[in-house]
C-alpha cells in the first residue's frame, strides 16, 4: 500500500509525494519533471534521483543526531532536536538554526528550509517520511516479536 503526501506552500498545493509499499522509496513531480527518493542500505542514505536516473541529492545519516544533504557542491546540515527524530533543525557553519522540519503524528510535515530550491525541500521532507516510516515498521516488528 502506497500512501500519499500533499506538499504545498503558501496555501497552495505543488506536488504529491508517493510513498512506494515498501518503505524505502518514493517519488513526486515537478514542473513536469519526475523524481525518485530512493534509500541506500539501512545505515539513513537516501538519494534524490532525476527521471534519468541521475543522482541530483544525497542524505547521509537521515534520522541520526547528526546528518546532512548534499546538493550542487553544497552541503546542508541538519541537528535532530529530539529522541524521536520528528523536529530537525537546519544549521549554519556555526551551528545557527536557519531553518527547520517538524513531522507531526498524522504524516504532516511543515518546514521553513530558506535557501534551498524545491526540490530539494521536497527531496528532504520525504527522506524524512521514509525514515519514521521505516522507524515505525522496526518498532512493529520487534514489537511483535517480543524484542
Known amino acids: 500500500m502506497s500512501r500519499e503526501f500533499e506538499v504545498g506552500e503558501d496555501g497552495r498545493a505543488l506536488t504529491t509525494f508517493v510513498q512506494s509499499r515498501w518503505r524505502t522509496s518514493g517519488h513526486f513531480e515537478l514542473d ?3 523524481y ?3 534509500a541506500r542500505g539501512f545505515a539513513g542514505r537516501y538519494e534524490l534521483l532525476s527521471a534519468g536516473g541521475t543522482v541530483v541529492a544525497a ?3 537521515v534520522g541520526r543526531r547528526h546528518w546532512s544533504v548534499r546538493a550542487d557542491g553544497r552541503e ?3 541537528h535532530r532536536e529530539s529522541l524521536g ?3 530537525v533543525s537546519m544549521v549554519d557553519s556555526d551551528d545557527r538554526v536557519i531553518g527547520s522540519v ?3 503524528r498524522r504524516g504532516q510535515v511543515s518546514a521553513d528550509l530558506p535557501g534551498m530550491e524545491l526540490r530539494l525541500r521536497v527531496f528532504v521532507v520525504g527522506a524524512m ?3 519514521l516510516r521505516r522507524k515505525r515498521a522496526a518498532a512493529a516488528s520487534a514489537a511483535s516479536s517480543g524484542g
Open 32 to 34: 513536469g519533471q519526475g
Open 36 to 38: 525518485e527518493i530512493r
Open 59 to 61: 542524505a547521509d545519516h
Open 76 to 78: 546542508y546540515r541538519f
Open 85 to 87: 527524530g520528528r523536529a
Open 102 to 104: 517538524t513531522a507531526g
Open 129 to 131: 517520511l521514509l525514515q
